[in-house]
T-cell receptor, first 112, second 111 residues
Framework: SAVISQKPSRDICQRGTSLTIQCQVDSQVTMMFWYRQQPGQSLTLIAT?????????ESGFVIDKFPISRPNLTFSTLTVSNMSPEDSSIYLCSVEELHEQYFGPGTRLTVT | DAKTTQPTSMDCAEGRAANLPCNHSTISGNEYVYWYRQIHSQGPQYIIHGLKNNETNEMASLIITEDRKSSTLILPHATLRDTAVYYC????????????FGDGTTLTVKP
């Protein structure tokens, strides 16, 4: 099974600033996925990150707000830009191997 | 992906079997049934998946009805550590990694 780590595990940020979240996987994967979980809510897919191409964003999410990098097959970053309190959420990185989807521990972001 | 319907919450006594139902009446022929759980403050954990046959692994069993319109996740001997939100997801292979999470079932295992 894939092991996923994320940094930071949590952060408190001021509105208007940006935060970059890192995701590291212990194996090479073609696609990595970024999810958001707002307080008391279920998970929502933000985007799919393929190595060597631009990320594909789901409806309601745009590259200017959530730029993603995918420099190699084991690493990705998600930036939350120009943050507002509504961006306070847990952000999770995910990969899938042979029908089994694995999630990182999440980054808990609080925007004040 | 097909929509799923799950009860909001369930209780189960420790040591007893927990049976979590899921309705997916609009499931397509190429869509799999996946189950995940999320223990408080952790990332979701994959449990099991199936297409049409019943499946069993070290964590749970998945029973899918013959018409595939519903399924049941069975935790054979629930422990307090099984208290979590359980998500039933229906998804095609072509949407690997793109899971649509509903509200899930909050299972509380009681001593």
């Amino acid at each position: 099974s894939a092991v996923i780590s994320q940094k930071p595990s949590r952060d408190i940020c001021q509105r208007g600033t940006s935060l970059t979240i890192q995701c590291q996987v212990d194996s090479q994967v073609t696609m990595m996925f970024w999810y958001r979980q707002q307080p008391g809510q279920s998970l929502t897919l933000i985007a799919t990150a393929n190595q060597g191409s631009e990320a594909t964003y789901e409806s309601g999410f745009v590259i200017d707000k959530f730029p993603i990098s995918r420099p190699n097959l084991t690493f990705s970053t998600l930036t939350v830009s120009n943050m507002s309190p509504e961006d306070s959420s847990i952000y999770l990185c995910s990969v899938e191997e042979l029908h089994e989807q694995y999630f990182g521990p999440g980054t808990r972001l609080t925007v004040t | 992906d097909a929509k799923t319907t799950q009860p909001t919450s369930m209780d189960c006594a420790e040591g007893r079997a927990a049976n979590l139902p899921c309705n997916h009446s609009t499931i397509s022929g190429n869509e799999y049934v996946y189950w995940y759980r999320q223990i408080h403050s952790q990332g979701p954990q994959y449990i099991i998946h199936g297409l049409k046959n019943n499946e069993t692994n070290e964590m749970a069993s998945l029973i899918i009805t013959e018409d595939r319109k519903s399924s049941t996740l069975i935790l054979p001997h629930a422990t307090l550590r099984d208290t979590a939100v359980y998500y039933c997801i229906v998804r095609a292979d072509t949407n690997a990694g793109k899971s649509t999470f509903g509200d899930g079932t909050t299972l509380t295992v009681k001593p």
